[in-house]
């Protein structure tokens, strides 16, 4: 638990460093309803902004990932349907000559 409780401290000083001297350096302002924000607000605005975009990329490659997914399995799918349509008659009968051979292997009580 302690050392948790540094992490955080740790991350705060380092977050609000590093936000004085962006905001020094680059002079990016954010104003939200006509008020200038401090660098610290403007960092965690910034940060909550990248957070809600990571999410959604996240969402969309997920999304794109299941829908190749399901479409492979539907290609497949079809390829077997369409194959097993056009020989039907040669596994049909591939199966009854197994069939047949299989009974005429079997030992006689």
């Known amino acids: 638990m302690k050392k948790i409780l540094i992490a955080i401290v740790l991350a705060v000083v380092i977050v609000n460093c590093f ?3 962006a905001d020094s ?5 954010i104003v939200m309803a006509d008020e200038l924000l401090s660098p610290l607000e403007g960092i965690l605005v910034i940060s909550v902004l990248a957070a809600v975009f ?3 990329g996240f969402v969309v490659a997920v999304s794109l990932f299941g829908a190749l997914l399901i479409a ?6 079809a ?6 349509s056009v020989f039907w008659p040669v596994l049909l009968v591939a199966g009854a000559l197994l069939l047949i051979k299989r009974t005429q292997q079997s030992p006689a009580n």
Do not use: D, K, P
């Open 54 to 56: 990571a999410v959604v």
């Open 19 to 21: 936000s004085a001297l």
């Open 79 to 84: 390829l077997v349907v369409a194959g097993v």
């Open 72 to 77: 492979g399995v539907a290609g497949i799918l």
């Open 25 to 29: 350096m680059t002079g990016i302002n």
